[in-house]
């Protein structure tokens, strides 16, 4: 018997996680970033401006969904002793946040002087309202970022932790986090900057030390000058009955997903006749199975399009990574080990 993990016969449609419009400092508005990415292939855009929330859901329809959201950033602009930092010198956290509900507007953990003053008019003008704000104020902290997610949590949203080499992101910064839902494990623009975001160590300590999480890929585009470079280098596959936002955000929810920078996963499932985890690609150099902690099982080859791999049920999870001939990876989500226990099937 058959349990599906990726399964063949969902529509699967790719994804940009992490897009910057107009409407904070990217370069194309949200009308022709869809375009450009329908154009090369994309059917879903998560718009995660700058701190503030625009409803792009009017750009939704049976071809594309749009989905709310923001880059929520929380900076340390000082030092333990109060003296101010250099930029270089700035920890940051990016948290994006996706919303369950197209239309939600809610802005947790927010001050008007998040938003800059363009950002006020073009809100005020598309959606006939202030920004609504709480007045809020927090320093660079465990207490406020745990805050800022549980209460993103509770209005809704989706909350991902981005790019930490680009934030200077040290261990304590995110492994006693929780609520996260996701974790950016490669993001294009700040790996094209830094040489160095594509961070699975980073999501394996999180994994290992017991936080349940998804992977993603993103551009985090801003297209200057209107340039396309920034841009499909980083991508998710979301796979749905039926192209639509809550199809979209029911998939995100139970981690029905899996991301990448080239290499296509065509289906994985576990059969509990061979006890084997079974995946088909696109050709590929080396399959990986990631358990936890130091359990790793390879298969490497030319224009491998086909692994499989025991399950001997102490692997407490297992995600599959995938590189191609040019060096880019695909990764699974984790399945947990109790999830492929014969009790657990429809
Ligand atoms: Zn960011
Ligand atoms: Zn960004």
Known sequence: MKKYFIDPRLEWHKANMHTHTNLSD????????????ME?????????????????SYLTDDKFVAITGKEHSITQYVDEDGN?????????VHLNFFAKDPHNLQHVCMDYDRASEKQRQQFKERHGFDIPVDHYHGEFSQET??????????????????????SLNTREDYINLKGLWGFEIYNYLTDLETG??????????MLRHGHRLFCTMGDDNHNYQGSLE???GGFTYIGVPKLTYENVIKALENGCFYCSMGPVIKSMYYDSDDKKIHIECSEAEDIVLVGYNRHFLHVYGENLTHAEFDINGEEVYVRI??????????????????????????
Request: aromatic share 16%.
């Open 26 to 37: 990217g370069y194309f508005s949200p009308e022709e970033m869809k375009k450009v990415y």
């Open 40 to 56: 090369h292939g994309y059917s879903i855009v998560c718009f995660t401006d700058h701190e503030v929330i625009f409803d792009n």
């Open 84 to 92: 101010p930092l250099k930029w270089r010198d700035m920890k940051t």
């Open 145 to 166: 970022l745990q805050n800022i997610i549980n209460k993103a949590n509770s209005a809704g949203f989706l909350v991902q932790f981005n790019h930490p080499n680009w």
């Open 196 to 205: 160095a975001e594509y961070c699975p160590n980073i999501y394996d300590d």
């Open 230 to 232: 920034g841009s499909f």
């Open 321 to 346: 990574s995938i590189k191609d001939k040019n060096n880019r990876w695909a990764n699974t989500n984790p399945i947990y080990i109790e999830e492929i226990k014969e009790d657990s099937y429809e």
